[in-house]
């Protein structure tokens, strides 16, 4: 059964540091988004991302974020100069294109730790 | 008013228990509306899809959608002690004609027990 990937699975840095998390959405889907949850709180939706561009994104997702899709598998998360706060669980999902394919699947997600 | 509502529980029951778990929202233009199981410091694993209004039944699992309401259920019958998770509802609305819809905005989650 096709899954979304991400790597690193944890990843810990120190503030300042710029990281990139990486995620390998199901291959036929074609709208690609990343979502945070904080220890305890909710899921966070990030920042949505359909034909090379970006479609929607939160408050959240400030000047210190960029999203890429390098090649034709791969969907990136970029976070230049991380903060204690951006200390979360990361997770990537993908939806396929069709009207009534809403269903968004989830990969297992990167914890990042910021110290 | 939160656009999306879910009681945290933690909710306890024993086995072989019917599960009732819900939501409420506030935003007319939802419209796509999802369940997802969610195991500690893990992805969230989608368990029912549902778009508008109506039931949809996927084994011991049904998920119920009243839009006038603006009320979703998830019921978990016979229930095992492998259901024990977090369960998270989400939901978001029409992507509209120039793809800006589509983010899914979640409850809080009800964190789930089944007692052998």
């Known amino acids: 059964e096709p899954e979304v990937t991400q790597t690193p699975s944890h990843q810990v840095t120190q503030m300042g540091q710029e990281v990139i998390l990486r995620c390998v959405p199901i291959?036929?889907?074609?709208?690609f988004y990343w979502y945070r949850q904080i220890l305890g709180q909710k899921v966070e939706f990030l920042v949505s991302?359909?034909?090379?561009?970006?479609?929607?994104k939160s408050e959240i997702f400030d000047d210190q974020f960029s999203v890429e899709r390098p090649d034709g598998s791969n969907f990136t998360l970029k976070i230049r100069s991380t903060k204690l706060e951006d200390s979360a669980m990361y997770f990537c999902?993908?939806?396929?294109?069709?009207?009534?394919?809403?269903?968004?699947?989830f990969g297992p997600g990167t914890r990042l730790t910021v110290t | 008013q939160k656009e999306v509502e879910q009681d945290p529980g933690p909710l306890s029951v024993p086995e072989g228990a019917i599960v009732s778990l819900n939501c409420t929202y506030s935003?007319?233009?939802?419209?796509?509306f999802m369940w997802y199981r969610q195991y500690s410091r893990k992805g969230p694993e989608l368990l029912m899809y549902?778009?508008?209004?109506g039931n949809k039944e996927d084994g011991r699992f049904t998920a119920q959608v009243d839009k006038s309401s603006k009320y979703i259920s998830l019921f978990i019958r016979d229930s095992q002690p492998s259901d024990s998770a977090t369960y998270l509802c989400?939901?978001?609305?029409?992507?509209?004609?120039?793809?800006?819809?589509?983010?899914?905005?979640f409850g809080q989650g009800t964190e789930l027990s089944v007692k052998p």
């Open positions: 999902a993908s939806s396929a294109e069709r009207e009534v394919d809403y269903e968004q699947y």
């Open positions: 291959s036929n889907h074609l709208y």
């Open positions: 991302f359909y034909n090379n561009e970006i479609s929607e």
């Open positions: 935003n007319s233009a939802f419209q796509y």
């Open positions: 549902t778009y508008s209004s």
């Open positions: 989400a939901m978001s609305a029409w992507r509209g004609i120039y793809n800006q819809g589509g983010k899914l905005i």
